[in-house]
Structure formats: C-alpha cells, structure tokens
C-alpha cells in the first residue's frame, strides 16, 4: 500500500493507492491522522480509487480512521471505491456507517458544508 496525504481548507485529505491490507504503513497512516486530528483538523477525504483489493485488516484501518475523526466531532468521506471494494463495503454493511462520494470535489463540498453546520 502507498498514501499520501495533505491539509486542503482544513480537511485531511488522503489518498491510497495498490492493496489496503493494513501493512506497517497502516501504521504511519494512523499516525498521520492522529496528528491532523490533535491539530484540530476533525475532517477526512480518503481518495480510495486506486485500491485494488482490501481485506479485514484494511477495512479495520478505514473503521479506525472514521472513528478517529467522528471522535473529535468531524467526519470521512470515502471516494470512488472500485468495484471490488465497492462490494465487500455492501457486503459488510459498512455502507451504512460510511459516506461514499464518487469524486474528491464532491466529498470536499460536502465536508466544506459540513464544517458549515
């Protein structure tokens, strides 16, 4: 697995690309968050197109990062799951605990109009 993050208007936006299968770098991923989380920033953007395949353990990441965020009274957004992620989240029921945006502009507007409420 590969991330990459930065801050944009005071959401944490991640991206990850190849296998979320909760490798070491679910780790420092954890970590990354924590920090933007202590620094006030309480939203996430987690551009997940590029994920190929995801087991328990990475859907254990994605749980954690919801919570982290929800926890400090924010939210996540997940964004263009593939097809294969897309059934394994329906699959799991977690469609219903997570927002799904199928672009990053549209899940940064609603997490803009969000921080608003």
Not at 20 to 29: A, E, F, N, V, Y
Not at 43 to 64: E, H, P, Q, W, Y
Request: net charge neutral; aromatic share 6%; with cysteine.
């Amino acid at each position: 697995m590969k991330f990459t993050h930065d801050t944009q208007d005071k959401i944490w936006k991640l991206t990850i690309e190849d296998d979320l299968i909760g490798q070491d770098d679910g780790t420092k991923m954890l970590e990354s968050a924590t920090e933007a989380a202590n620094a006030g920033i309480n939203l996430c953007c987690a551009d997940i197109g590029k994920v190929r395949f995801m087991n328990s353990s990475g859907l254990g990441l994605l749980i954690t990062l919801l919570t982290k965020f929800r926890n400090k009274g924010g939210e996540m957004y997940l964004v263009n799951p593939s097809s294969s992620v897309q059934k394994l989240l329906i699959i799991t029921k977690l469609t219903s605990i997570f927002n799904i945006a199928p672009t990053v502009e549209e899940a940064l507007s609603k997490l803009k109009n969000t921080s608003k409420s």
